[in-house]
């Protein structure tokens, strides 16, 4: 087979293959193929998703924080959520991961991640606590959630490449990925717009206030 189309079945079994690689060759494929619907994709995982984010990039978390009364401060408490719906915070521990593959190996390196609650939010947040006030809160995130992702995003590509593999014979695979014929593109295509329509389905609910931050301030 082709030079590209190993490339890429080799890198993403090889968790050490870098992703931006594997998405740029098969935007060159999507080219070739003339699919749109891969090219979004391709494009948005290189460069961020604007809206339509997929469902395996949310992330539910819980959420921490400093509480205080006029004699105590209690730190890296979780706090209550329950009472968050009948304000319509109820995905406020949502966390959006809507950035760019990049960006994502980047936080997938750190070990401080966090999404902050605003402080205005802080009134509704000590209503369960009985004189206690929430004076900081913020969503903790582990570095495995962002490792979790990276791998979801290669399994997906992975899948994606052998329903097109179960549909085509040898040769017909190593000509796809160099000089695809008119009849290989309208056999190939609807088996990738129906993968993506499946496995690449967006969140549909509330994305509001899901900026991450790095570092250790909290």
Known sequence: MSNMYNDILSGLTTTSYP?????LKLKVLAFKLKSKELENIVN??????EDNVPSYRIYEGGLVGTIEN???????????TLHLKKHGL???CQCVFAEKISTLIEYS???DIHKPIPPELYGILSEPLNGYLVTNAYVPINNAIIKGILSS??????DLILAMENE????EMENLFKNPTKEQQEKINPIINKFIQNNFNSYDGSTQN???ELGTDK
Do not use: S, W
């Open 168 to 171: 085509l014979n040898a040769d």
């Open 153 to 158: 995003i290669r399994t997906k590509l992975l």
């Open 210 to 212: 899901t900026k991450i």
């Open 19 to 23: 992703l931006e690689d594997i998405l």
């Open 109 to 111: 390196q750190l070990e």
């Open 90 to 92: 109820e995905n406020l």
């Open 70 to 80: 006029r004699v105590c401060r209690r730190p890296n408490v979780h706090l209550a």
């Open 44 to 49: 948005a995982e290189l460069n961020g998703y």
